[in-house]
Every structure is written in C-alpha cells, then in structure tokens.
C-alpha cells in the first residue's frame, strides 16, 4: 500500500480504499568468525578444527535458519591447505545473510627419515655390468601422504674408488624437509662370473649378493651370503621385477526395506544382485581391465538410532528401531590401466548414478573398503614389488599367500612367471630340484641298477645315469 496519506478538503483521506501493509525486507545480521590458521595434527595430513558458530540476530524477533556449506560436524577433519566456510542465516520473511571466513591448514611436520644405514663395500670387478645404483639408499615418509622430492648430493653411478659421504634430503609440497647422510665404500675387488643382475660384496671368508636395480630375490632377504670364492652352480638368482598393477575393491551395499519380509523374497534379492552387478561391472570395466565382478546378498538384524528433526531451525530427537538390513557384499578386480583408478573408484560412494538402475523406494547406502593393489599370478609381492618367479620355479597359492616353489624331482622350468613346471620326457628325470631346462632330464637307470646318487630328497626320486649294479 502507499507509504503515505493526506488528509484533504471535505475530512477524506487520500488512498482510502488501499491497505498499508508493514513488511520486513532487513536481512539478519549474520557475523562469522574470523579467519583460523592451524597446523596439521601430529602425523596425519588432517587438522582437527572446531570454532564457535555466528548466531544470526534479526529485527522481527522470530526464528531464523542457518546452515553452513560445508556442513560443520564437530570436530571437522579438514586437509591441508584453503577450505571456505560458508553460512547462510535466512528469515521468516526470507530475507537472507551470507559471510564466510577461511580455514587454513599449513603442514610444518619434515618427512620421517625410514632407512639411513650405509650400505656394505661394493666391489667394482664383480660384474662389469653393474652400476653401483643398485645400492640401498635412504627411504622417507611424510604426513601429507604425497610424494615427497628428494635430492641426492652425488650420482650413484660415478662415485669414486674409497668412502664417500651422499646426503639425501626429502622436501614435501610445504617445504619442510629432513636429511639423511650415508657412507658409501667402493673396493676394486671381488667375486667373478656371478649370475646375470647380481653384485656381490666379498671379504676373506664370504661374498653378500645384491641384486641389480630393478631386479630382487625371490625371498624375503634383501641380500644373501655365500661362502667365498662364489659357486656359482649354487647361487640364487635375481628375478626380473614390475609395479603391482592388479587392483582389488571390496565393499557392501547396505539396504534398508521400506517393506517388510523382503529379505525372505528371493526375487527382490536376485533383483538386487543383478542391479548391483550391471552397476559394478559398468565402473569396473570404465576403471579397469580384466573385470571379474562377485556379488552376495543376505541379511541383517539391526537396532539402529532414528534422528527425527522437528519443524524448527535446531531441534531434534532419537529414537532406537529395530530392522533388518540387506546387505551386498562385492568384490571385482582387473589390472591397472588408469593412474587414477583409485581415486574414481573411491568417488562411486558420493556418485548418486551408481543407484540409478536399482529398486526404487529403498534407501542404499555404500561403504567401500580401502582398494588394494596386489600383485598378477607368477609373481610374489616383496618390498613393495612383484617379484616374478624364476625359472627352475612355478608359482603356487598357499591360503593368503603366494609362493615360488622349486620344481620337483622329474619336471623342470625355463621361463619366469609360470604356473607349473614341465614334466621331463618319457623315462627320463632329474637329479635335483630345481631344474631349468630339458637337458637336466636324464635317463632313468634300468631295472637291476640305481643312480650313482645314493641320498634320497623325497618319495617318487628315480636313479638317473650315470648308473651303478
């Protein structure tokens, strides 16, 4: 109506017939904190921040909403780095205030020094082939959980004869750093003739072998020692090594009925399996090559806490309810193809699509455990690593571990990486385990003689020439 009226001639007034309404258009006055600066808690890559919430006055006396972007839960776990929080205070009237301020979280934790013991002599002349890169250096980690820089004072590869001092010093993205300073000997001396990828520091009495970079032992040793001078009939040998690349991704689906007595109907649960299943092996095969999807369904007994929220800006109460949950339990592979397969499968619990193709009128809820990466078949998993292997061995699963077995008396292994060993040709078998190639297969001793071998290594060994009456 018209903010003013008049009275004029004959005791009227103008705008008579119009009606002055009185209405709010001031927004809240909303004031947020000021701006926090924090480090990270001790170890994590997180801070644990809490401040104290701006609470809105307004003009007309009356409730006034607020919420904040992010949702603030006490206390948040933010990453290091800017975040902004936003709130947003709104009237009956719907007039509205907005302010914000910054959290930052700064990293001042220097990587964690791991390994900083010098490494044992090298010998120049074992094998000409080597480079002395192969050599242990200094392992760091850090808080942050990324990947730090790390600068080495020398090049491995050219050191001189005699001990040299090489300082390797970790920086993170926020600039702390931490050193380590290691002493490395080179001796013109040592053991010859050694198998192919390996080194070997020697003294008097016995020789340590080292693998080439990029190349380790099938055991858990790191280095092995041998009597000296080196046999070389009886060395192990360094196998060929890659970067796991096969990824696993478990997790369960839990499914909350609107109905009752569905979990006793089979057809909703076999519905269930088949959505969950096309919805899995679409984000599989988009992550992933190689996909083999698993999917199981059953169900739970759950007593759970009911939040409801009244018809107010803050009020709420709990209740405890009984139900029975579905739960979906999942579990695909495939080999590695995207770097970022990690992050875009952990994505799929905020990817309201996933659910797209499921049963309508349920709640789902996902929870993904942490992907693993592992290691293919033919290979074992030692120091962050595949290890293939080596021939003369085959690759055997032995409950939650992989192991390389040697090849058993009669059969034998030329190539890396194989799931069984050959079988020696007709009447033919080996003296020992751990046979590499068809020509360790000898003839087998005819009836009446034996083999000029007389110790037994286990059932099933034949006599193999040369032969003794």
Known sequence: GPEVRECVKRGSWTHKKEISKCIDSMPPVLKCPENITVSTDPGVSYASVSWKEPIPEDNSNQTVLIWSDPVADFPMKLPIGQTIISYVATDSSYN????????????????????????????????????????????????????????????????????????????????????????????????????????????????????????????ANTTIEVPYPCDTSALPECSDTEEPNHLVQEGIIALTPTAQNLCNDSDFLNQVKTSVRSSLTKVCDNTLSGCNVGVEAGCEDVIGNVEEEYNQVIGRKRRSVPHRNININFRFSGSIEDKNAQEKLAAMAKDTGFFINFPKKHVFKLRLKPSTIVCPPGTVYKRRRCVKCPPGTYWREKGDRFDCVACSFGTYQPLPSQLHCLPCPSNTSTRKLHAKHVHACKDICPAGTYGSSRGRHGRGRLGVKPCMS
């Not at 808080?143 to 993170?172: C, I, K, Q, R, W």
């Open 96 to 219: 509205q205030a907005v302010c914000e301020f910054t959290i930052n979280i700064i990293d001042t934790e220097a990587p964690v020094v791991e390994d900083c013991e010098s490494p044992p002599s090298f010998y120049q002349t074992v094998n000409l082939t080597t480079d002395n890169t192969s050599w242990t250096q200094s392992h760091f980690s850090d808080n942050s959980m990324v990947e730090l820089y790390v600068n080495v004072s020398h090049e491995l590869d050219e050191l001189p004869l005699g001990t040299t001092e090489v300082t390797f010093t970790a920086f993170d993205n926020s600039g702390n750093s931490n050193s380590c300073v290691m002493n490395y000997t080179l001796i013109d001396d040592g053991c010859k003739e050694l198998p192919p990828h390996t080194f070997a520091n020697c003294s008097d009495n016995s020789c340590v072998l080292f693998c080439e970079k990029g190349y380790m032992f099938v055991s």
